[in-house]
């Protein structure tokens, strides 16, 4: 049969993937969203004050170069305000990379239980998604260089990973880096590392200098509390940096998002108490889950992975999952990690983590 010619051809097939699941929520009851990590204390009142005043100017286009939030990101962090380009979320700029430095009949590499975005970015870019194994659920540098082929364009490793937590210490990070040949783009992704307390964990960004190779990426949508303005940014050589820039959108990150941004830095205290607290709360509910006989994966991150005892009859996570829903609380499912025994629980506040326990009370009981 003839194709028809009465509707524009598609070049790539839907395969219905996405990092946000659909779920059918019961009506009259409120909801906790604990299912996509976002952070449940809230954005810096700095924030919310520039986002009204800006808000007093929707007819006046965003700066296309984000030249404030560029200096100020780069006055923070102590780097070059050119080697730094702003997103709209760190999910553009993973795509633009994907875009910019994969081809059909090349590969991009990353770890089995790395960011699902990943193999989208592999597939939007007509490329190979290659996964490597990770023992013990956590990224694993041999086992990335072991897969590292002559079509290898891109290796994305995300520290700490989603949906595990897990990381490596700056040491193995380095030692991918180096021992990468460098014709292979390196993406450290790196948006949950404000959770991380450990002197031998690195976010990457001093694994720049020198490298015409690697890109950090980071976030100011989990422990700065911006999700709704999709913000990120990454950091690169100067070279690198231009050629985001153009294959970017105009106006990418809006004025609003910018402001927004802007003022979140001003005031990082807030980010140190949203560190605290999304400790203290971890601490706690880890506690309280396991009384329950499920295991939590150790790791550094606002959320837990939750394995689920296989031993209990119809006390499987999905189960678990159907119960929590239908109490109006939502989770993630991990299937398409092939992670069916686990749940994936974002670290709220400690009194909505204390309505989870008190839900799986009823589950298990």
């Not at 292979?184 to 949950?192: E, F, T, W």
Request: hydrophobic share 40%; glycine share 6%.
């Amino acid at each position: 049969m003839s194709a028809r010619l009465d509707r524009p051809v598609a070049y790539i097939e839907g395969i219905g993937q996405s990092v946000v699941k659909k779920v059918d929520l019961p009506k009259d009851v409120d909801i906790l969203n604990l299912a996509t990590n976002e952070s449940s204390f809230g954005a810096s009142k700095a924030v919310l004050d520039a986002i009204r005043e800006q808000a007093e100017k929707p007819h006046r286009y965003p700066d296309p170069l984000s030249t404030e939030l560029r200096h100020a990101i780069g006055q923070h962090f102590d780097l070059e305000a050119d080697q730094i380009v702003c997103g709209n979320g760190s999910e553009e700029l993973l795509d633009g990379i994907g875009r910019i430095y994969a081809r059909p009949g090349d590969e991009i590499l990353f770890s089995e239980y790395g960011f699902l975005q990943f193999p989208i970015v592999a597939y939007r870019a007509g490329a190979t998604a290659i996964k490597a194994p990770s023992p013990n659920l956590t990224a694993n540098v041999d086992t990335l260089l072991e897969n590292v082929t002559e079509r290898t364009k891109i290796l994305f490793l995300a520290n700490p990973e989603n949906p595990t937590g897990t990381y490596i210490p700056a040491s193995e990070v380095r030692r991918l880096r180096d021992n990468l040949p460098r014709r292979i783009v390196l993406v450290v992704d790196s948006v949950y590392c404000e959770y991380v307390d450990d002197p031998d964990f690195t976010d990457g960004l001093e694994l720049v200098e020198g490298h015409n190779n690697v890109i950090v990426i980071r976030t100011f949508s989990k422990a700065w509390g911006l999700a709704g303005l999709r913000v990120g940014w990454a950091y690169c050589s100067a070279s690198m940096a231009a050629v985001l820039n153009t294959m970017r959108g105009i106006g990418n990150v809006n004025a609003m998002a910018q402001a927004g941004a802007v003022a979140a830095l001003s005031d990082p205290s807030h980010v140190d108490k949203v560190r605290r607290e999304t400790d203290q709360a971890r601490k706690k509910f880890i506690k309280d889950l396991s009384r329950f006989g499920v295991t939590m994966v150790p790791g550094a991150a606002n959320f837990v992975l939750v394995k689920f005892p296989a031993t209990q009859t119809n006390r499987k996570a999905v189960d678990a999952f159907r119960h929590l829903v239908s109490e109006g609380i939502i989770v993630r499912t991990n299937e398409d990690y092939g992670l069916d025994d686990y749940l994936r629980i974002t670290i709220g506040t400690i009194e909505e983590c204390d309505q989870v326990i008190d839900s799986l009370d009823r589950f298990f009981n």
